[in-house]
């Protein structure tokens, strides 16, 4: 298949389903593999796991509306297509069906990241390892500041996302985690605005799905308690890739 598409490997296989799920398929590589979609069962289950993985992170964004420039361009293509005679085109499969994922959309930047990874892990081999992916929200949902990508045995990464502003004078921002189930939080360090911090995940005191993360408000040095003392700023939980 061309471009990036490989579907000799179940890690390739993966991959390109994951795409396929998000729209990140170029026109050619979408149509190519729709062509094997079809007729290839495996392929379908994939796509099917890729869309319970993701469904979720649409809950967490807000929805955006079209602005005017775009309701323009719809009506001026719409007006297009209807002095243009065709035929009925067929009903879409069920997996490709606008209604059924066109919330997908907003997960946005959040998304890509996590494609970008799919697309590393296709270039470079890597080690066998759970990897996890956690977005990072505000709480009341309205904004995303950062992602958090680990793999077991091997590093942790906080990456911004989004403005998340500057660092009040005299304060701190703390990294935590806390494993499902764990009694208390451990705090990963501070974090600056704007940079990307990595850890070995020795760090952290386990690694697994629906682990909390969170960054909090504290003092300058940071908590002196070794627990959160200030506002949550950002948290999310990881999920599986």
Do not use: C
């Amino acid at each position: 298949m061309p471009g990036v598409i490989e579907l000799d490997d179940a890690e390739g296989r993966d991959g390109a389903a994951g795409e396929y799920v998000l729209g990140t398929l170029g026109a050619e590589d979408h149509a190519a593999f729709e062509a094997v979609l079809g007729r290839d069962a495996d392929l379908r289950a994939r796509v099917g796991a890729w869309q319970d993985r993701l469904l979720p992170l649409t809950g967490r964004v807000s929805p955006v509306g079209p602005s005017p420039a775009l309701w323009r361009r719809i009506e001026v293509s719409v007006g297009a297509v209807s002095r243009t005679p065709r035929r009925q085109p067929a009903s879409p499969p069920w997996w490709n069906r606008l209604r059924l994922w066109q919330g997908l959309g907003a997960a946005g930047l959040a998304a890509s990241l996590l494609m970008g990874a799919l697309l590393l892990r296709q270039a470079v081999p890597e080690p066998a390892g759970a990897r996890y992916l956690a977005v990072l929200q505000s709480p009341d949902q309205r904004s995303t500041g950062w992602v958090v990508e680990l793999q077991a045995g091997r590093t942790l990464r906080l990456v911004p996302v989004g403005d998340v502003g500057s660092v009040p004078a005299g304060r701190a921002w703390q990294f935590w985690t806390k494993p499902e189930g764990a009694a208390g939080p451990t705090s990963l360090g501070l974090v600056r605005a704007g940079q990307t911090l990595e850890l070995p995940v020795q760090r952290l005191p386990a690694v697994g799905a629906r682990q909390l993360f969170e960054i909090t408000l504290e003092p300058e040095a940071g908590s002196p308690t070794g627990r959160p003392t200030g506002p949550i700023l950002y948290v999310g939980r990881t999920v599986a890739l």
